[in-house]
């Protein structure tokens, strides 16, 4: 490992993945994508989706075309070596895991019962230097005794959800893990961006309810009808049983509602940004413990500037918003090292050492 002379601090990076191509399902792509994908994957093609105004089937491919790229280390703890490479000794990763066995895409290479015991592996020879969160989906069986295994016997550090693989946040089968959590202070990550890998199967009257509101929600495309189970506000119900929950709003709601902010007059349309709803969380007396992360969002650096001045200007946005990068999904945007020192370069000194390293020791609990 190569010594830093430009890291004098201890860095956490709050948003990681290491989970391979085994882990992902095999019909995870659609049909002549997946035909696309039996080619070598070139950026050049995921370029050409975008510019021909397929950017959901864009994204898919890029997510991929990360997973080949990953896949091709061989295995995680080579995936984790990798990333390790891009900075000081002794930085720290909250490594996140991902559970795709039930968003009815086909079955799994390898089970993520191994993803997780690997994980378990890779926290017992590298201590204090991983943080591993445990995946919880509602449909796993006895979930909350699942999760607490993972916890109190494997040392994992927290627990992550992506709701929009199929799933309200608010389902009842959750309600044990958030109360296991607060109780514990374990800290929550939840996928919070419009994009990103979504549910494949039926969208059912069921899967269509709110289990708390019973609001039923109409039929959309399965890409888009991500947006109603990744909404912050599915949130709001959560916390109100348990507002001392340590969650965490990873992307700070993605680039695409950061670009309406900075296009468009908020009179109108305030409310239904997710940018502004995760703000509002955080400066909520009521809820302590809101924090976001800026993983893949602030790849865009035109985009440094928002969160510069919301830090500056507000005490408590300042104090609970995570440096996180979302490797190895930004490799195809550019090097994780240029990520972080970009970023650094900007913020300055004492802004960059909040969200790399106090803002993660106060959320991690360390």
Same mark, same amino acid.
């Given at each position: 490992m190569i010594t830093s002379f430009y890291y004098p601090i201890t860095m956490i990076n709050c948003h990681?993945?290491?989970?391979?191509?085994?882990?992902?399902?095999?019909?995870?792509l659609p049909g002549y994508l997946k035909l696309v994908a039996s080619f070598v994957i070139q950026p050049w093609m995921i370029n050409l989706l975008e510019k021909l105004r397929m950017k959901g089937h864009a994204y898919l491919l890029k997510k991929y075309y990360n997973f080949m790229k990953a896949g091709e280390l061989g295995s995680q703890e080579k995936i984790f070596n990798h990333l390790q490479g891009f900075y000081p000794e002794g930085t720290q990763f909250v490594v996140l895991s991902m559970d795709m066995t039930y968003m009815d895409a086909?079955?799994?290479?390898? &089970?993520?019962?191994?993803? @997780?015991? %690997?994980?378990? &592996?890779?926290? %017992?020879?590298?201590?204090? #230097?991983?943080?591993?969160?445990?995946?919880?989906?509602?449909?796993?069986?006895d979930i909350l005794n699942f @999760?607490?295994?993972?916890?109190? %016997?494997?040392?994992?550090?927290? #627990?992550?959800?992506?709701?929009?693989?199929?799933? +309200?946040?608010?389902?009842?089968?959750?309600?044990?893990?958030? *109360?296991?959590?607060?109780? *514990? %202070? #374990?800290?929550?990550?939840?996928?919070?961006?419009?994009?990103? @890998?979504?549910?494949?199967?039926?969208l059912t009257l069921d899967r269509r309810t709110d289990p708390v509101t019973g609001e039923v929600f109409p039929k959309a495309k399965?890409? @888009? +009808?991500?947006?109603v189970y990744s909404d912050p506000e599915r949130f709001q119900p959560i916390l109100e049983m348990y507002p001392k929950l340590k969650l965490c709003f990873a992307h700070y709601g993605g680039y695409g509602d950061w670009d309406k902010f900075l296009a468009e007059s908020w009179h109108e349309n305030i409310e239904s940004s997710w940018l502004y709803k #995760?703000?509002?969380?955080i400066k909520n007396d009521r809820y302590p413990n809101i924090y976001t992360d800026i993983s893949y969002t602030l790849v865009r650096t035109d985009l440094f500037t928002v969160l510069k001045t919301f830090m500056e200007t507000n005490e408590k946005i300042r104090n609970h918003v995570l440096f996180g990068t979302d490797y190895y999904m930004t490799e195809i945007e550019g090097s994780e090292r240029f990520f972080g020192m970009n970023l650094r370069g900007f913020l300055g000194e004492s802004l960059w050492h909040q969200i790399a390293e106090e803002n993660p020791r106060h959320y991690l609990g360390i």
């Open positions: 990681t993945h290491t989970f391979t191509s085994k882990h992902v399902p095999e019909n995870f086909g079955k799994l290479p390898e &089970s993520f019962e191994n993803q @997780v015991n %690997q994980l378990s &592996s890779l926290k %017992q020879k590298y201590g204090d #230097i991983i943080h591993p969160f445990v995946f919880a989906h509602p449909e796993r069986p @999760v607490r295994t993972q916890i109190e %016997q494997n040392k994992f550090t927290g #627990i992550k959800l992506y709701p929009a693989i199929g799933y +309200f946040p608010s389902d009842m089968r959750l309600m044990d893990v958030y *109360k296991y959590a607060e109780d *514990k %202070q #374990i800290p929550i990550m939840t996928h919070c961006t419009r994009g990103g @890998v979504y549910y494949k199967g039926e399965k890409g @888009v +009808f991500t947006e #995760i703000n509002q969380f």
